[in-house]
């Protein structure tokens, strides 16, 4: 967990629950969008008033190994780490820790950088690798 550089904040919600009184497991994918969506604001990649269909990155792929359960009140960090950059797509670690430390979940997402208007795969921006690579000391 240390060598995560970008941390969301994020608290859970009582509407996040399932029956048996913990985090339903589909609400770890919201978790990481949001941190995700943070990550690139951070990184200068995406803003708050852009359209979501400007960000240009589509989910490839997405693991999510769950560690520990989660429950109502519990104040989390969701981590974000870019692992690898490809050509057209690159790959995020993520994390979630409780306010003790605890690691709860941990994944990794591939995305894909993605032309919506032509509905294609294009090359990552010049720019994002160097901000992404810059940001997480990756050879780009």
């Known amino acids: 967990m240390t060598d995560f550089k970008f941390f969301h904040p994020t608290e859970v919600r009582y509407g996040d629950l399932d029956p048996q ?15 995700r969506v943070y990550y690139l604001i951070q990184l200068g990649l995406f803003n708050k008033d852009q359209s979501f269909m400007e960000v240009g990155v589509i989910i490839a792929d997405i693991h999510i190994t769950y ?12 981590g974000v780490r870019t692992i690898k950059l490809g050509n057209k797509s690159f790959t995020t670690e993520q994390c979630v820790v409780d306010e003790t430390g605890r690691m709860l979940a ?12 032509g509905l294609k795969p294009i090359p990552v921006p010049e720019e994002w690798r160097m901000k992404i690579g810059e940001f997480e000391g990756l050879k780009v």
Do not use: R, S, W
Not at 106 to 117: A, S
């Open 67 to 78: 560690h520990a359960p989660a429950h109502y009140g519990n104040a989390l960090k969701i």
């Open 21 to 35: 009184g913990h985090v339903n497991n589909a609400k770890y994918l919201t978790y990481f969008e949001q941190a």
């Open 106 to 117: 941990t994944g990794t997402v591939v995305l894909v950088t993605f032309d919506y208007e």
